[in-house]
């Protein structure tokens, strides 16, 4: 599960930055600056862990299960008993068919339960493995996302670009971005509306990074939606508060106006 956590915003709605780092807001009511670069580190160790583990548990399973082979059905502790009441009764000759096919099959049905028990136990282990190693990761994949749309100009700082709050941000273009690990590094892909990856303008067949895949994706919305804040008025820009000349003639967008907008338009997200 992911943590109970959110950017600190001023009264304005942007985000609080500490020595260029965001601020996050716990449910309790505490806050604490964090450096996702740092944080991830840990991450790392933990999952270098988590693949150790199953990797012991996958050995151990598979050492289980060559050693099962080697009697072929028979249990060791059932095998040496019979053999002591062999050797006991041998020279009475008092073992008939009867009673060996009995042995073998409580034999049989003994080493099945025990086969049964550790594919059980190994499957537990890896799926407790398999879950935690997902929490680790929705965990990355928060704070990274939400580092990203707190320090981006178009989200941010004393004048943003456009007229979303970082929390708004992560919650309309969150899905257009995602993490990827690899060995130790970590890595925020950019994915427009058809989930294909978005490259970079400046670097040709270079993946874009998050700043440059934003600013691609508000470009492209900006020609449609009035999302780009007035530096004057701090609301959208429409035709509505622009005259003739140019000047501005409504002067103020409130936070109210703003939010019924992202209400209309992205209901299902807020």
């Known amino acids: 599960m992911a943590l109970p956590v959110k950017i600190k915003t001023d009264e304005n709605g942007n985000g609080i930055l500490e020595d260029g780092l965001p601020v996050f807001e716990f449910d309790d009511g505490s806050t604490s600056v964090l450096d996702v670069a740092g944080a991830f580190k840990g991450f790392d160790q933990k999952m270098a862990n988590f693949n150790q583990e199953r990797d012991r548990h996958t050995a151990k399973a598979k050492e289980l299960k060559d050693q099962l082979k080697k009697y072929n059905g028979v249990d ?48 537990k282990t890896l799926t407790e493995k398999d879950e935690a190693i997902n929490d680790l990761n929705s965990i990355v994949y928060d704070l990274a996302i939400k580092n990203e749309f707190a320090t981006d100009p178009h989200f941010s700082g004393p004048t943003p670009l456009t007229i979303y709050p970082p929390e708004d941000a992560a919650k309309i273009y969150g899905n257009n971005f995602k993490t990827e690990i690899t060995g130790k590094s970590l890595r925020v892909i950019a994915l ?79």
């Open 192 to 270: 427009d509306d058809n989930k294909n990856q978005i490259l970079s303008k400046k670097n040709h067949g270079e993946p874009a990074s998050f700043r440059e895949a934003m600013a691609q994706i508000i470009e492209t919305q900006a020609k449609t939606k009035p999302i780009l804040r007035n530096a004057k008025t701090g609301g959208p820009v429409t035709s509505g508060n622009i005259d003739s000349g140019g000047n501005i003639t409504n002067i103020g967008v409130g936070k109210d106006k703003i939010r019924a907008g992202l209400l209309k338009h992205h209901g299902q997200k807020f």
């Open 76 to 123: 060791i502790d059932k095998y040496n008993e019979g053999m002591e009441k062999i050797k006991a009764i041998a020279d009475q000759k008092l073992l008939d068919e009867s009673g060996a096919e009995s042995l073998k099959k409580s034999m049989r049905s003994i080493f099945e339960e025990e086969l049964q028990g550790v594919h059980g136990q190994y499957k």
